[in-house]
């Protein structure tokens, strides 16, 4: 798959948000097969006419911690601009602890301001991890091309990230976490959309009753920090909600499982009896500057009636280049 190509950078942040670490609370099981990923320099030809990065996915089933040539399951190209800054990025392993539950990869990034080949500390840009899954379970990444549209208005690319849930070696539209759009600028730069998934109904209902405490969902974004998505500054609130009757609102919030807080500025409301995606405001400056238990919660106005939400509901983050 060739990818679109970029003015000003190719890769700077395009990892960074292909996986967070995302677990499960309780016993951790036995580690399974990981998704490994090989960023190498492509040389300018075919694939990219003024170079750039090439980028191999796949799966380490023999668990060698090398992604092999017969394990390579897709591979995608970062080309540089005619006047592009050369971006590096730098993988290593990452041992079992507070990033990675049960150890992964560290992919740092950024330009090469002082053009010496290396990503020295002080030009690192971002900083992620891909970890590996837990009982058996594996992450996934799909990296597309993103036509000129409501998510790019110029195109781009489009990444989306999870767990293979049903292990069948395919990330499915039900198992996607993350959904990231790389976006081309006007004047060659790049913007991006994360959206992340905070709370998954499927297709069920789930209804709250009550007005007084809101009704938080699941395990939320465990170990969220704000502070981590480098070079972020806009934060929007979506969640996907109805009122059972129309004279009275239902709520959505964010919630802080870590100091057990509703956060503020969050809150947005509707009486449509029909589901809406609604948006909050920019809440960026309202979000804890730490690592927090990140949930969604809902409340209804009057006991009388319910708030409902089903399907995703999604913080989507924002960053200008």
């Known amino acids: 798959m060739h990818l679109s190509k970029y003015k000003n950078s190719f890769l700077v942040t395009i990892i960074s948000i292909l996986l967070s670490c995302k677990g499960e609370d309780g016993a951790i099981g036995p580690i399974g097969l990981s998704s490994l990923i090989n960023v190498t320099n492509e040389a300018v030809g075919t694939n990219c006419e003024n170079g750039g990065i090439k980028i191999d996915v796949g799966i380490d089933n023999n668990s060698n911690g090398t992604l092999d040539a017969d394990e390579i399951q897709s591979t995608s190209y970062i080309c540089n601009g005619l006047d592009g800054s050369i971006g590096l990025t730098s993988v290593t392993s990452e041992p079992a602890g507070t990033n990675c539950e049960n150890g992964g990869l560290k992919i740092e990034s950024g ?65 996607i976490d993350i959904t990231r759009y790389i976006c081309n600028g006007v004047d060659g730069g790049f913007d991006e959309q994360i959206r992340l998934t905070i709370h998954d109904a499927g297709t069920n209902q789930q209804g709250a009753s009550s007005s007084t405490t809101g009704f938080r969902f699941g395990e939320g974004l465990i170990k969220f920090d704000i502070t981590s998505w480098i070079g972020v500054d806009s934060v929007v609130f979506i969640p996907n909600i109805r009122t059972s009757d129309g004279s009275v609102n239902a709520f959505a919030e964010l919630y802080d499982g870590t100091n057990n807080s509703t956060i503020s500025e969050t809150t947005v409301s509707t009486n449509s009896t029909s589901y809406v995606r609604l948006e909050s405001d920019n809440i960026y400056e309202s979000l804890p500057q730490e690592q927090i238990d990140l949930f969604m919660q809902f409340r209804i106005e009057d006991a009388s009636a319910n708030a409902w939400t089903t399907g995703k509901s999604f913080l989507f983050l924002y960053r200008s280049n």
């Open 111 to 175: 330009f090469d301001n002082n053009g010496n080949g290396t990503l020295d500390v002080d030009e690192i840009v971002s900083t992620a991890y891909i970890c590996n899954g837990i009982d058996g379970k594996v992450s996934l990444v799909n990296i597309s091309d993103e036509v000129a549209g409501s998510n790019c208005s110029n195109g781009g690319i489009k990444i989306e990230s999870g767990i293979d849930d049903d292990g069948d070696g395919t990330l499915g539209t039900d198992e």
